[in-house]
């Protein structure tokens, strides 16, 4: 079975600074997605970013990118100049394609202190 | 409405009665999916259907009962349960093939007494 871990349960960042939330997932998959979920205060979750196992380049999404390390089964999230709106908790999430079954971490909230 | 809804959004409910959760993708997507999401867990996947078949059942207990009656709609049949179901339930749906995006409704919030 697969695992995710996001060892930062919370965080915190200035606004304007840069922050990076951290995962790593353990499988025996060669080709899988990883993916970022953010779900704000009583909001709905949704998706931030996605990453294919096997494209090399690191997908990037305005001021969300992500740092793959396939190697090291590491999958983290940089926040640039952050924002009040992006407080919310952030969820890493494994998933082999055609399985679908999904694979939480258990989250890491993150505030964005003014 | 569009997205993914659900209802009710809180419910509160004894260990003896029974409630239903509903769930409604405006998105044309083919699976459909349960999770029950507690503090300081991973959310745990409970349910997946893919065009109205249960794929996935991830052994949860018979206490919860899903329906999925159409590609639209999917159901959470509750009945005995325990303040240990105490949790937030998320519905969520894909469209499956290159992306697997999954697109989340709100939650119902459900208290067990």
């Known amino acids: 079975a697969q695992t995710v871990t996001q060892s930062q349960p919370e965080m915190s960042v200035q606004e304007a600074e840069t922050v990076t939330l951290s995962c790593t997932y353990d499988t025996s998959e060669s080709n899988y997605y990883l993916f970022w979920y953010k779900q704000p205060p009583s909001r709905q979750m949704i998706l931030v970013i996605r990453?294919?196992?096997?494209?090399?380049q690191n997908a990037t999404e305005n001021r969300f990118s992500v740092n793959f390390q396939k190697a090291a089964k590491s999958f983290s999230l940089k926040i640039s100049d952050s924002q009040l709106g992006d407080t919310a908790m952030y969820f890493c999430?494994?998933?082999?394609?055609?399985?679908?079954?999904?694979?939480f971490g258990t989250g890491t909230s993150l505030t964005v202190i003014p | 409405e569009t997205g993914v809804t659900q209802t009710p959004r809180h419910l509160v409910m004894g260990m003896t009665n029974k409630k239903s959760l509903k769930c409604e993708q405006h998105?044309?997507?083919?699976?459909m999916y349960w999770y029950k999401q507690s503090a300081k867990k991973p959310l745990e996947l409970m349910f997946v259907y893919n065009f109205k078949e249960q794929t996935e059942n991830n052994s949860v207990p018979s206490r919860f009962s899903p329906e999925c009656p159409n590609s639209s709609h999917l159901f959470l049949h509750l009945h005995t349960l325990q303040p240990e179901d105490s949790a937030l339930y998320l519905c969520a749906s894909s469209q499956g093939g290159t992306t697997w995006e999954q697109y989340f409704g709100p939650g119902t919030r459900l208290t067990v007494t």
């Open positions: 999430a494994f998933m082999k394609p055609g399985s679908n079954q999904f694979y």
């Open positions: 990453q294919e196992a096997y494209k090399q």
């Open positions: 998105l044309g997507h083919n699976a």
